[in-house]
């Protein structure tokens, strides 16, 4: 049995926000050895046992694999009467980011065969938090349902699927108990990485709901984050794999006849499982590149993803969540697209007019970016053999007059390009070649393969930069931002994990760090925990500070200086407990 599935291991947690023992010392780690956790972490998606354990199912499990079989089905039957039907995909951070990019992948795909488009995503926070986190919305169950309620408006046939990887999120449970109780136009489905004694009451109603067939939940166990919480990472692929598995299912049946099977989707999973193992085979090279990108941030550079079509927004999507899982500036990695807002299609529309968090086009890059870029800055391209390669041929050679730092992570499908030409173009290119045997020419295929790889590949990146200047304890998210209810019960239970502290010394802490003052009043320790977000919202390192506090029984000045002085929290917080 794995150690995290022992039930006397962190009982008090749920899997997603269990400490992960493979990573346990990551922050200690080299880059190489960082790859090496990462992949066995990965590799814990495609488990194919719970090891006799009754209380998880994994991905391959047989009732999870039944009800992919189900989902597509009713996927299928959509497809086949797209008159008056809808599928809407929701979810709140990196699960709504997934729902969009499938969205808007398959829209395209439907609308390149001249059939009609039914595929809606909802992202909570709305597009704004495509590119930018906004967490509050996600503990807004009436919103969630208000606007799920507006998608639906006329439809007749509508396949809800909500994405909460930790079963967690209000806004998605306010969606699913909308569903509920509309249950004659909706069936909702519900993907998460919890069992459902774990989650919120909703999850159970629905496992009730199950077995009548009006409503699925697909909660396989996956195993706990290799940064605690971080379910960008597992929870993110995991949910692409299983909604890919299951939309591809539901088209090949509507539109080749292509039966759905039992076997069929093991088979499509297990390929999956290939673009694992074909990824993680870069392993010396992918952490040359993360200590590229951990020297740019160490002096104060900065890493840029250059993507082409929706490797672009792989690039963004990673980008984007650094800023609350790290505590980083948003400056330090930034993803960027060709064709900026037209390549995204999202449903607002082009967003730059927002401000510098919303400039996401090659072209900005250049204009922008590119007359400061240095060599303590990475650039990454992230690119196909279906790409123009004479364009990104022509934007390498323009980022090489300031940078030599240029690499590339790029998919080779056919094996008809020419290798040795793109090579010469940067310092080092991370090569993924996939054999045709895995994706049989299927154009939607290939792109689903080299988008999960590439995640796979900057997840690595990002977090192995982070972790190497010092931005996580052990594997915990110890700068992350405290800005919804999630969240906060995170930073408590980091505070008591590594301070052995009571539950309500390390709030009393928490809340001193977020409004900046030594002693509370009592309004502000009654006052909800919306009111303390919003507040965290507007600080910075609010879990180091009160962390520092606890250890030193210091002043919030005194933490301070320590912080400033270690720029590796592990070591402020040595270094305040040696003057104890
Ligand atoms: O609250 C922020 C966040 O943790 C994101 O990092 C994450 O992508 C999002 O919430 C969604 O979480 P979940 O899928 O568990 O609802």
Same mark, same amino acid.
């Given at each position: 049995?794995?150690?995290?599935?022992?039930?006397?291991?962190?009982?008090?947690?749920?899997?997603?926000?269990k400490?992960?023992?493979?990573?346990?010392?990551?922050?200690?780690?080299?880059?190489?050895?960082?790859?090496?956790?990462?992949?066995?972490?990965?590799?814990e998606?495609f488990?194919?046992?719970?090891?006799?354990?009754?209380?998880?199912?994994?991905?391959?499990?047989?009732?999870?694999?039944?009800?992919?079989?189900?989902?597509?089905?009713?996927?299928?039957?959509?497809?086949?009467?797209?008159?008056?039907?809808?599928?809407?995909l929701?979810?709140?951070?990196t699960?709504g980011?997934?729902?969009?990019?499938?969205?808007?992948?398959?829209? %395209?795909?439907?609308?390149?065969?001249?059939? +009609?488009? !039914?595929?809606?995503? @909802?992202?909570?926070? *709305?597009?704004? &938090?495509?590119l930018?986190s906004?967490?509050?919305?996600?503990?807004?169950?009436?919103l969630?349902?208000?606007?799920?309620?507006?998608?639906?408006?006329g439809?007749?046939?509508?396949?809800?699927?909500?994405?909460s990887?930790?079963?967690?999120?209000?806004?998605?449970?306010?969606?699913?108990?909308?569903?509920?109780?509309?249950?004659k136009?909706?069936?909702?489905?519900?993907?998460?990485?919890?069992?459902?004694?774990?989650?919120r009451?909703i999850?159970?109603?629905?496992?009730?709901?199950?077995?009548?067939?009006k409503?699925?939940?697909?909660?396989?166990?996956?195993g706990?984050?290799?940064?605690?919480?971080?379910s %960008?990472?597992k929870?993110?692929?995991?949910? +692409?794999? !299983?909604?890919?598995? @299951?939309?591809l299912? *539901?088209?090949? &049946?509507?539109?080749?006849?292509?039966?759905?099977?039992?076997?069929?989707?093991?088979?499509?999973?297990?390929?999956?499982?290939?673009?694992?193992?074909?990824?993680?085979?870069?392993?010396?090279?992918?952490?040359a590149?993360?200590?590229?990108a951990a020297?740019?941030?160490?002096?104060?550079?900065?890493?840029?993803?250059?993507?082409?079509?929706?490797?672009?927004i792989?690039?963004?999507?990673?980008?984007?969540?650094?800023?609350?899982?790290f505590?980083?500036?948003?400056?330090?990695?930034?993803?960027f697209?060709?064709?900026?807002?037209?390549?995204?299609n999202?449903?607002?529309?082009?967003?730059?007019?927002?401000?510098?968090?919303?400039i996401?086009?090659?072209?900005?890059?250049?204009?922008?970016?590119?007359?400061?870029l240095s060599?303590?800055?990475?650039?990454?391209?992230?690119?196909?053999?279906?790409?123009?390669?004479?364009?990104?041929?022509?934007l390498?050679?323009?980022?090489?007059?300031?940078?030599?730092n240029?690499?590339?992570?790029?998919?080779?499908?056919?094996?008809?390009s020419?290798?040795d030409?793109?090579?010469?173009?940067?310092?080092?290119?991370?090569?993924?070649?996939?054999?045709?045997?895995l994706?049989?020419y299927?154009?939607?295929?290939?792109?689903?393969?080299?988008?999960?790889?590439?995640?796979?590949?900057?997840?690595?990146?990002?977090?192995?930069?982070?972790?190497?200047?010092?931005k996580?304890?052990?594997?915990?998210?110890?700068d992350?931002?405290v800005t919804?209810?999630?969240?906060?019960?995170?930073?408590?239970?980091?505070?008591?994990?590594?301070?052995?502290s009571?539950?309500a010394?390390?709030?009393?802490a928490?809340?001193?760090?977020?409004?900046?003052?030594?002693?509370?009043s009592?309004?502000?320790?009654?006052?909800?925990?919306t009111?303390?977000?919003l507040?965290?919202?507007?600080?910075?390192?609010?879990?180091?500070?009160?962390?520092?506090?606890?250890?030193?029984?210091?002043t919030?000045?005194?933490a301070?200086s320590?912080?400033?002085?270690y720029?590796?929290?592990?070591?402020?917080?040595?270094?305040?407990?040696?003057?104890?």
């Amino acid at each position: 049995m794995q150690h995290w599935q022992q039930p006397s291991y962190e009982p008090y947690l749920p899997v997603t926000e269990k400490s992960n023992p493979i990573t346990r010392d990551i922050d200690r780690a080299n880059p190489e050895e960082i790859v090496q956790m990462l992949q066995k972490c990965d590799a814990e998606i495609f488990e194919r046992t719970s090891h006799g354990n009754p209380m998880y199912q994994t991905l391959c499990s047989s009732s999870v694999v039944q009800t992919i079989v189900e989902v597509s089905k009713r996927v299928e039957v959509i497809l086949k009467d797209p008159e008056d039907s809808l599928i809407v995909l929701s979810g709140c951070g990196t699960s709504g980011r997934i729902a969009f990019l499938l969205a808007t992948s398959l829209n %395209r795909w439907l609308a390149s065969h001249h059939q +009609k488009q !039914i595929y809606s995503y @909802i992202i909570a926070g *709305g597009d704004k &938090a495509l590119l930018t986190s906004q967490e509050s919305p996600e503990d807004d169950p009436f919103l969630g349902a208000l606007t799920l309620d507006k998608a639906c408006v006329g439809k007749k046939h509508v396949l809800f699927i909500g994405i909460s990887c930790g079963l967690s999120a209000p806004f998605v449970a306010g969606q699913l108990d909308f569903c509920l109780r509309n249950l004659k136009i909706i069936t909702p489905v519900l993907i998460g990485f919890n069992p459902v004694d774990m989650a919120r009451e909703i999850a159970e109603r629905m496992n009730e709901l199950q077995k009548q067939k009006k409503a699925y939940v697909l909660n396989p166990a996956v195993g706990p984050e290799a940064i605690s919480g971080s379910s %960008r990472m597992k929870g993110g692929s995991a949910t +692409k794999v !299983i909604l890919e598995t @299951i939309l591809l299912a *539901g088209h090949e &049946a509507a539109c080749n006849n292509k039966a759905i099977t039992f076997n069929g989707i093991l088979h499509s999973l297990n390929k999956f499982e290939k673009v694992h193992q074909i990824t993680y085979s870069h392993t010396k090279e992918l952490a040359a590149l993360v200590e590229k990108a951990a020297v740019s941030l160490r002096r104060k550079g900065h890493v840029y993803y250059l993507g082409w079509q929706t490797l672009g927004i792989i690039g963004i999507i990673d980008a984007s969540e650094c800023i609350p899982t790290f505590g980083a500036g948003f400056e330090d990695i930034r993803g960027f697209v060709s064709n900026g807002f037209s390549e995204m299609n999202n449903k607002e529309g082009d967003l730059s007019s927002l401000g510098p968090h919303f400039i996401i086009d090659h072209k900005d890059f250049v204009h922008t970016i590119l007359p400061n870029l240095s060599d303590n800055d990475t650039v990454i391209f992230l690119y196909s053999e279906n790409d123009d390669l004479n364009e990104v041929s022509a934007l390498a050679k323009s980022v090489r007059q300031h940078t030599s730092n240029l690499h590339a992570i790029a998919h080779e499908l056919t094996g008809l390009s020419d290798p040795d030409r793109m090579r010469s173009q940067f310092m080092a290119v991370l090569t993924i070649k996939w054999p045709s045997s895995l994706h049989k020419y299927n154009p939607v295929l290939m792109k689903q393969h080299c988008e999960l790889s590439t995640k796979w590949c900057l997840n690595a990146i990002s977090t192995g930069a982070h972790v190497l200047t010092g931005k996580v304890y052990m594997n915990y998210m110890i700068d992350l931002r405290v800005t919804n209810s999630k969240l906060y019960r995170r930073a408590i239970h980091i505070l008591k994990r590594f301070t052995g502290s009571t539950q309500a010394y390390c709030e009393t802490a928490l809340l001193r760090a977020i409004y900046g003052i030594e002693e509370l009043s009592d309004g502000m320790s009654s006052t909800n925990v919306t009111q303390h977000t919003l507040v965290a919202n507007e600080r910075g390192s609010v879990v180091p500070i009160a962390l520092v506090m606890l250890q030193s029984r210091g002043t919030i000045a005194e933490a301070k200086s320590y912080l400033d002085a270690y720029s590796v929290i592990r070591d402020a917080v040595a270094a305040c407990q040696r003057l104890l």
